[in-house]
């Protein structure tokens, strides 16, 4: 590829070396301030040691997910202001090779990896991080899988004007108890479908043991026992009323798109969710944005060097990701449009790091 001459493959591959290093430097130091965080867990419940391992090999790939953009902006800091600190950066410059020219193979990378980072965190991470939760709670808090297999009043929607509620739902044996069908027509209720059981058989839903109630007026109703009575409306499948294991934003996108479909139809909150997918895409480019923020500060540092560079890329971290979680927590709440509070950071981040690199020394 023409782009990458030798000097490209020169750069980048420092790049890549500091990027290694800073990786494991940090991984290793979040890693270990966990381990002293759980280690009273760890012991008070007796966690095997091959347990422990596990957990922290699926930590590993969390931390990945969460920390890339800072590992990639300081691996950027410190090479080029390394470049810059040995006047490497001024003999290229006298070479003829213009600022752009210097840090577009690390851009264009950068952007490569915020691409791998995404398709890294919504189809290989999602499967590792929920064994990861299930450790968590299951073998370190000892907290019992029943929880998450019974669902207690349980109440779903079925259109604006029918919902059902169970009061106990098995979710491995799909089957529940006292269970309540409502269907209303201009707010009063027409019907009442009330059962001792609703099993759930051959992809279809069944009243056991019940009787319904018609009501044709506010005087007059009828009165129909049955022992059996398939339940056409209920579209739900069992595995929809599971409590989850971990939190909505740990999901992989296809199941949050998931989710997002279930609340929709049985008339659940899903704002959080649906700005939680829009920052599935928004998350992983902010490592191009501030890369790009960064180059100014990177090529103009020749005093401090390595000190220098972590406190410039700790900074721009910082305010990157505080202004991140304001916005995003503001979207939350309807505080602003759900554009702004995935999309705003990034956009002023780039405008920013635009602006910096135009006005930077070419």
């Excluded at 590992?71 to 003999?91: D, G, P, T, V, Y």
């Excluded at 919504?122 to 590792?128: G, V």
């Excluded at 609340?263 to 480019?285: H, L």
Aim: with cysteine; proline share 3%; hydrophobic share 45%.
């Amino acid at each position: 590829m023409i782009l990458f001459n030798k000097l490209d493959r020169y750069i980048l591959k420092y790049f890549f070396i500091t990027l290694f290093v800073v990786t494991i430097a940090i991984g290793v130091m979040i890693v270990v301030i966990n381990l002293i965080e759980l280690l009273g867990k760890f012991m008070d419940n007796n966690v095997p040691v091959e347990q422990i391992v596990e957990y922290y090999l699926y930590f590993s790939g969390w931390v990945v997910k969460l920390f890339v953009p800072v590992f990639i902006l300081l691996a950027s800091l410190f090479c080029l202001s390394s470049f810059a600190k040995n006047n490497e950066i001024l003999a290229m410059k006298a070479s003829g090779l213009s600022l752009y020219r210097i840090t577009a193979p690390i851009l264009i990378i950068v952007l490569m990896l915020s691409a791998g980072h995404f398709y890294y965190n919504e189809y290989i991470f999602p499967p590792a991080n929920k064994r990861l939760v299930e450790i968590k709670e299951f073998d370190i808090k000892k907290r019992s899988k029943r929880r998450y297999n019974q669902v207690v009043n349980l109440t779903r929607q079925i259109s604006p004007e029918s919902y059902y509620t169970i009061s106990l739902f098995y979710v491995s044996k799909r089957e529940g108890t006292d269970f309540k069908l409502y269907a209303y027509q201009e707010s009063s209720l027409k019907e009442l479908i009330i059962a001792d059981k609703i099993s759930y058989n051959n992809h279809k839903w069944y009243a056991l043991n019940g009787f319904i109630r018609t009501y044709k007026d506010s005087i007059s109703q009828t009165f129909t026992k049955f022992d059996s009575l398939h339940l056409k409306q209920i579209k739900d499948i069992p595995k929809d009323f599971s409590k989850r294991v971990g939190k909505p934003e740990d999901m992989g996108l296809d199941e949050l798109r998931e989710y997002i479909t279930l609340m929709k139809r049985t008339g659940g909150p899903y704002i959080r969710e649906s700005i939680d997918v829009q920052i599935k895409y928004a998350y992983p480019f902010a490592s191009f944005i501030v890369v790009l923020i960064s180059i100014p500060f990177a090529i103009n540092s020749r005093k401090g060097g390595t000190a220098v560079s972590f406190s410039i890329g700790a900074l721009i971290a910082l305010v990157y990701f505080v202004l991140f979680k304001v916005l995003q927590s503001a979207g939350y709440n309807e505080k602003v449009p759900d554009y702004v509070a995935v999309w705003g950071v990034n956009a002023l981040f780039f405008v920013i790091g635009l602006f910096g690199l135009i006005r930077a020394r070419k």
